[in-house]
C-alpha cells in the first residue's frame, strides 16, 4: 500500500480487534495511512467473517467471502495467532514492540489473562498506545459485564428514546453504538499519537461504550436533573418544530421526511400544496397550534405527498427553501446522484481467488483535500500475510513458520465452523427481504447487465410488493 | 505528574483552535478537543450569540442564554470571543485569528465561509499550514451540497430512518439528536489527523465531513446486503435472533441477546425454565425455527422478574444482557458514578450543572473538567492578548456593535 505522505505513514498499528468497534476505528484509521496488521486465531476467527456472502452463496472459503468483514477490514493486513498458546502470545509481544498502537476489544479480563494488557505491554515498548474497547469500560462494578449490540443500545438508554409516541421502546436496526464508538476511539488514538510526538510517552485508552451513548444523552439527562422531566419518544416529531414527519410518497414503501423549523417555511409549504389557506388557519397559523394539531396536519400533508415522486418532491421543496429529504434505503443510497458524485462508497476489488468480484461499501467519513484516502485495499484473507508479517517484521524463517502451522499456532483456515456461518449468512434472505434485485450488480456497475445491455428504465426491481 | 515529572497537561495541548462553529456537531468537535487540551477560541455573534443558547433544557423551563443545558456541555473549556462576521472589521480579526490557529472549525451552510472572505484558499494565503473542518449536512460538493436539513432529514437521506421502526408503518429516527455526536467525533478525528500530519512542518488543508455521510456508515450491513447480494432487508426491531427483542418484564424492559450455543446453555440454566430444555433447541438452527415458541416460554418467566436483578444475575453468567434504561436511570447508575463519569461544573449564571464527562480516558494525559464560557466572557482577553489590541480599541469595537 502506498501511504507516503498520508497523516499516519510510518505508524503501526496491531489490532486484536473484532466485530464492530475497535476494527471500524482501525480501519479510519488506516485509511489515513497507517499500516495495519489484523491479528485472528484460526479457532476464533472474527465472528463477522461470516455474512452477506457475494449472492447469499458461502461458497468455497466462505470464510474470506462476507461482506461484513470485508466492509470493516479493508487497508489491513491480517495474520493469525492462537493467543490461548503461550507461542502465540510471544509472537502478538514480539509484534507490539515493534508496533506504535495496540487496540482490542475484548471484555477487560481476556487481554489480562493472555498476560497482553497496557502494563504488560508497555514493559517491551515503553512508548506503545494501547486502546482498550468495552461495553463498560475497566473499572467500576460492572466492568467485567458484556455489552454489545442493542443490549447496550438499550442499557445507555437510546432505546428508551427511539420509538413511536405513546408506545414502548424500540431498538435501532443497526448496532447503533458501536459506530461513535469507534470514531471517539478513532479520535482517542490519534490525540495520544499527538502527545507521544511532543513528549516521547505513550499512554492506554479506556473507551467504554456505555458511557459513548450516554454523551449523547445530554438533553435528557439534564431535563431529568433540572426539571424531574424523564423524556418520552417523540417518533419523527421534533420539540421545537411543526409539522416533522415521514411522508407516504408514490411507489413501494416510499417516505419523505419533512421539517417545518419557521413561519416562513410553514407559509412556502402551504403554497406549494395549493393551500395557501391552511397558512392562515387557527388550527395552524403558530408553531404551537401546529404542534397541537399535528395528526391533523399530517393528514393533509400525506394527502398531498402520496401521489408524488419523492426524489422530485424533495427537489421542489428544498426548492422552496425546505428542509426535505427522501427517506433513502441503501440501496437508494447506493445509487443517489449526490454520494455517486461524492465517492460516498468506495469501490473495492477483491482477490481473485475468492471470487468477491467488485463491492460497493462504506466509505471515509472525513474528506482530506491534501492527503485523500485513495486506498481501496481489500480486507485480509485469514492468515494471509502470516509468512509476510512473522518472517518480515520479527524474522521467523520458513522452517519455524511451518512448525507454527503444524502445531496450529497460525493457519489460514478455521478450526471450526465460523459462528453464525450457516444460519446468518443467509440473513436478510430474498424471501423476508423489502426488496431484491436479481440484477444488482447491473445496476451498480459491478458486473455487465443480464444478456449484456442494459434495460430501458434500469431498475427492473424484482422484489415482492413491486418494484422499489 | 508525567513520566517525566512535569504536570500534566492535556494530549492536545500544543493545539490552538479557532471556533466558528454553531448549534451540536460543530461544537461537539471543538468540544472534543478542548476537553482533551486544545486551546479553543468559539467565536460568537454579538448579542445573540451560539444558536444553542437558545435551545433548553433550561433549569426551571426559564430560558436564558446562559443557562441553556445543551450549550453549557458542549462548551465546555472553551473561551467566547464576540465577532460580527458580517462587518469587514470582524471578519479582519477573524482572519487575524485563523492567521494564529492551527485548526479552524466552521458549521455554516457551504459557502457562507467565502462570503465572509474566508474561504480554505483566504485562510490558507493568510496560513499556509491551518487545516480547516467543515461540517455540514451533505458536504462541500455534490448537487445536495446547498440542500437544507434537520436531524430527521440527515438520518433519512443518510439510510438510518429507512432500517428503523415498524415494517407496517412510517419509518423512524432514533431518539434525540445522534448524528450530530456522531459526525462530531468524526470531525474530532478528522482535525487531529490532518494537524499531526502537519508534524515536522507539513502543509495543512481542508478536511470536509458531511454529517448525512457520517450517517450512512452506520447502515454499513444493509449496504453491504445490497452490494453483495441485491437485498434491501425490512426496518424490523426484532425477529433477527431470538431472544434479540426487547421483551417486557415485571418492573420494565429487558433484551436478552442470547447469541450461540454456549450462551444459550448459560441463559437455560441461569432462567431453569423446563421448556427450554432439551434438544429441541439445542441448535442454532433449533432457535431460529422456533423463535415464537422460545420467547413464549421466557416472556412468562420474565414478567415475574425485575430488570436490574436479571441484569445482574444474567451478566454472572457472562450473557450480553441489557436492560432499557431511561435518563434517570443514567443518572443513578452505580457503575456510571464508580467510574466519575458525571461531571459537576460551577457556572458564574447556570450554578452547578452536572453532565457527562469524559467520554474516554487517557491514562497520562488529563480530560480537563471546565466550564462553558458566558457569551463574549473573554473579547476583551482574546483581542488584546493574541491580537495586540488595547483596551480602548476593544471598546471602540464594543460601541459599533461589532464585538
Known sequence: ?468 | MTQNGGVARGALSNMRVLDLTHAIAGPYCTKLLADYGADVVKVERPGTGDMARRLGPFSGDAPDPERSGLFLYLNTNKRSVTLDLKSAEGRALALRLAADADVVVESFAPGVMASFGLSYDALRAANPAVVLVSVSNFGQTGPYRDYRATELVVEAMGGLVAVNGAPDREPLKLGLAQAPYLSGAVAAAGATGAFFARRGGGAGQHVDVAISECVTTVIRTQIVDYSYMGVVGWRRPGQVLPLHNIMPCRDGYVVPQVGNNRDWEHFVAFTGIEALQGPRYASAEGRHRFTREIEGHVQMWLLEQGKKELFHQAQEWRLPFGIVQDAGDLLRCEHLQARGFFTTQRHPVAGAVRHPGPPFRLSLTPWRAGRAPMLGEHTEEVLCGRLGLGREGVAALRRKGIV
Not at chain 1, 486465531?41 to 465472528?47: A, E, I, K, L, R
Not at chain 1, 507521544?196 to 449523547?216: F, H, K, N, P
Not at chain 1, 499456532?409 to 434485485?437: H, L, N, Q
Open chain 1, 1 to 468: 500500500m502506498h501511504t507516503e505522505g498520508m497523516p499516519l505513514h510510518g505508524i503501526r498499528i496491531l489490532e486484536a480487534g473484532h466485530q464492530w468497534a475497535a476494527p471500524i476505528a482501525i480501519q479510519f484509521l488506516a485509511g489515513m495511512g497507517a499500516e495495519v496488521i489484523k491479528v485472528e486465531s484460526t479457532v476464533h476467527p472474527d465472528m463477522v467473517r461470516s455474512g452477506s456472502y457475494p449472492d447469499g452463496v458461502p461458497g468455497e472459503g466462505y470464510w474470506n467471502r462476507g461482506g461484513r468483514f470485508n466492509d470493516v477490514n479493508r487497508n489491513k493486513r491480517g495474520i493469525t495467532l492462537d493467543l490461548t498458546k503461550p507461542e502465540g502470545c510471544a509472537l502478538f509481544r514480539q509484534l507490539a514492540a515493534v508496533s506504535d498502537v495496540v487496540a482490542e476489544n475484548f471484555t477487560p479480563r481476556v487481554m489480562a489473562n493472555f498476560g497482553l494488557d497496557y502494563e504488560a505491554l508497555r514493559k517491551v515498548r515503553g512508548d506503545l498506545i494501547m486502546l482498550s474497547v468495552t461495553g463498560f469500560g475497566h473499572s467500576g462494578p460492572w466492568r467485567d459485564y458484556a455489552g454489545r449490540g442493542s443490549g447496550l443500545e438499550a442499557t445507555s438508554s437510546l432505546t428508551y428514546m427511539t420509538g413511536y409516541p405513546g408506545e414502548g421502546p424500540m431498538k435501532s436496526g443497526v448496532p447503533y453504538t458501536d459506530i461513535p464508538a469507534a470514531y471517539h476511539a478513532a479520535f482517542a488514538v490519534l490525540a495520544a499519537l499527538n502527545h507521544r510526538d511532543v513528549t516521547g510517552e505513550g499512554q492506554w485508552i479506556d473507551l467504554a461504550m456505555y458511557e459513548i451513548g450516554a454523551s449523547a444523552m445530554t438533553e435528557a439527562l439534564l431535563d431529568a436533573q433540572w426539571n424531574g422531566r424523564v423524556a418520552k419518544p417523540r417518533g419523527d416529531r421534533h420539540r421545537a418544530f411543526a409539522p416533522q414527519g415521514c411522508y407516504p410518497c408514490a411507489g413501494f414503501d416510499e417516505w419523505l421526511a419533512l421539517s417545518v423549523t419557521s413561519e416562513r417555511e410553514w407559509r412556502a409549504l402551504a403554497a406549494l400544496m395549493g393551500r395557501p389557506e391552511l397558512a392562515e388557519d387557527s388550527r395552524f397559523a403558530t408553531r404551537a397550534a401546529r404542534a397541537e394539531h399535528h395528526d391533523e396536519l399530517d393528514g393533509v400533508i400525506a394527502a398531498w405527498t402520496k401521489a408524488q415522486e419523492p426524489q422530485t418532491l424533495m427537489e421542489r421543496l428544498q426548492g422552496a427553501g425546505l428542509s426535505a429529504g427522501r427517506v433513502l434505503t441503501s440501496k437508494d443510497a447506493l445509487l443517489d446522484p449526490h454520494y455517486r458524485q461524492r465517492g460516498t462508497f468506495p469501490m473495492v476489488r477483491h482477490r481473485p481467488e475468492t471470487h468477491v468480484g467488485d463491492r460497493a461499501q462504506t466509505g471515509m467519513p472525513v474528506r482530506m483535500s491534501a492527503t485523500p484516502c485513495h486506498l481501496e485495499s481489500p480486507a485480509p484473507m485469514l492468515g494471509q500475510d502470516n509468512a509476510a508479517v512473522l518472517g518480515g517484521l520479527i524474522g521467523l524463517t520458513a522452517p519455524e513458520l511451518s512448525v507454527l502451522t503444524d502445531t496450529g499456532i497460525i493457519g489460514d483456515r478455521p478450526v471450526a465452523t465460523v459462528r453464525g456461518a450457516a444460519s446468518e449468512g443467509k440473513r436478510p434472505d430474498r424471501e423476508s427481504a423489502r426488496t431484491y434485485d436479481e440484477d444488482y450488480q447491473a445496476l451498480l456497475g459491478t458486473a455487465p447487465p443480464p444478456g449484456g445491455k442494459r434495460q430501458p428504465g434500469g431498475h427492473p426491481g424484482t422484489g415482492k410488493g413491486g418494484a422499489s
